[in-house]
């Protein structure tokens, strides 16, 4: 069984940074993406922000992202980042790690839910205006 552990969610006000990680065992995955579950809002509801390919590297990123986040891995791939600067209030929410089994394609519908099989407990991010 996968485990993938979050940590690094704390308070900020809006503009300021946080640095979210995420550990796992080494060689679990073939891709691992954050998404965020807004307040209100169900499990269904998460919305992806980024995903990286532990082979090749590839990153994606939701649009609204771009040039704010970076997503990025530890040369074991036992643990992902997530260095979000520039923060919005409307980045707020409780963002959740999630895995895609380690022998499966990496980056094609990385945005979605279903692709991925192991979640980790999130870690909460609060940003104040």
């Known amino acids: 069984q996968v485990q993938l552990m979050e940590s690094g969610g704390g308070s900020v006000q809006a503009g300021g940074s946080l640095r979210l990680s995420c550990a796992t065992s080494a060689n679990s995955y073939s891709g691992m993406a954050w998404f965020r579950q807004g307040p209100g809002k169900e499990r269904e509801e998460r919305e992806p922000v980024a995903a990286i390919c532990a082979g090749s590297g590839d990153t994606f990123y939701v649009d609204s992202g771009k040039g704010r986040f970076t997503i990025s891995q530890d040369n074991f791939n036992t643990t992902v980042y997530l260095k979000m600067n520039s923060l919005r209030t409307e980045d707020h929410g409780m963002y959740y790690c999630?895995?895609?089994?380690?022998?499966?394609?990496?980056?094609?519908?990385?945005?979605?839910?279903?692709?991925?099989?192991?979640w980790g407990q999130g870690t909460q991010v609060t940003v104040s205006s």
């Open positions: 999630a895995a895609r089994p380690r022998f499966s394609s990496c980056g094609s519908r990385w945005a979605l839910t279903e692709h991925y099989m192991h």
